[in-house]
């Protein structure tokens, strides 16, 4: 895997302004399985693998089947979501490819 970028050495301001994300995420009434399937997702279309990784393990440690997870990666055919999570799913993509198709 090829180094990362260090977010929080060359840009600070952005690091803690997604560390607020966070912390305004963990407080919220969204289910954290819901969240970390989001995140999940974003992490795919980005081709992240460490992403990926690291929310497939939070995942987990807060419950989320397997399976699912498996899933998300064609989550738009899958039965094991329900509308509400399909409606994040669809969100999650719009908003990660914004610049290239706007949102619907």
């Known amino acids: 895997?090829?180094?990362?970028?260090?977010?929080?050495?060359?840009?600070?301001?952005?690091?803690?302004?997604m560390l607020?994300?966070?912390k305004y995420l963990s407080s919220s009434v969204l289910d954290k399985k819901l969240i970390e399937l989001?995140?999940?997702?974003?992490?795919?279309?980005?081709?992240?693998?460490?992403?990926?990784?690291?929310?497939?393990?939070?995942a987990l440690k807060y419950g989320e089947s397997p399976r699912r997870i498996f899933a998300v990666s064609a989550w738009w055919e899958s039965p094991l979501f329900d509308e509400k999570e399909r409606i994040a799913m669809k969100m999650t993509e719009e908003i990660t490819l914004i610049a290239k198709n706007g949102l619907t």
Do not use: V, W
Not at 4 to 14: D, T
Not at 38 to 58: F, G, L, P, V
């Open 1 to 17: 895997m090829e180094t990362r970028i260090n977010i929080h050495s060359i840009e600070p301001k952005a690091y803690e302004a």
């Open 20 to 22: 607020g994300l966070e």
């Open 38 to 58: 989001i995140k999940i997702r974003a992490s795919q279309i980005n081709a992240c693998a460490y992403c990926i990784d690291m929310h497939t393990k939070d």
